[in-house]
């Protein structure tokens, strides 16, 4: 609970414009966790400018080498959109089934289930079960898992935004007995939502997909 109020003052704090400096002075923190606290809370230039020539010449040094970082990424990301899309209809099926054997429900009730915090996990497992298993939109129901002191209505309006569904496909949601601001959330807080379709058929052949795949994997290891 400590290391939650340390992250939350720290959080806070830098929110006001304090450097790293300053705020390592009010919290007994390493450097590296503040770090990796704060680093998508880059400074703006007026924040900056109110420092001492020491601390600003450090915080813009910080923001050179953020922005260096996210044009190196974004060449990634291009060459990604390049190399890897749009999927074939197979490839699509893989991937959702490579996601499905990480996060989907294991269990044969005739249910295929995908639960995640990811607002973008679960518009591509939605997105997969309506394009590679024909599974019709309106067959998707959704569950979330939440905490006690977060709003209800507001969440669900959220998810049924993210993933275009209207809300009477929500079952009621399970509330955690335990509170969401107790806990140093890293999520992206909106609760854990899961994407249920009872279809027997469809699910036997998807666990059965990854089964195929785990023995491929199993024979073609080599000794060693």
Known sequence: MANVL??????????????????????????STLSLWLKNYPLSPEQIYRLN??????????????????THLQKYYSQAQTTLLPFSNKELFIAGLFLYWGEG???QNGTLSISNTDPAVLQFSL??????????KEKVNVLLHLYEDMCIEKT????SNILKLPENQFGKPYIKKS???DIDYKGYGHGTCMLRVCNTQITETILM?????????NLRIPEL
């Open 53 to 70: 020539h020491t601390e600003a010449s450090r915080e813009k040094y910080r923001n050179t080498m953020r922005l260096k970082k996210e």
């Open 209 to 217: 997909s990854i089964k195929a795949v785990a023995d491929y994997s």
């Open 179 to 181: 509170k969401k601001t």
């Open 127 to 136: 997105l997969w079960m309506n394009k590679s298993l024909c599974i019709p």
């Open 105 to 107: 429900g294991k269990t």
């Open 6 to 31: 340390a992250r939350r003052k720290a959080l806070k704090l830098r929110k006001l414009g304090k450097s790293y400096s300053q705020i390592k002075q009010e919290i007994a923190v390493s450097k």
């Open 156 to 159: 669900i309006d959220y998810w």
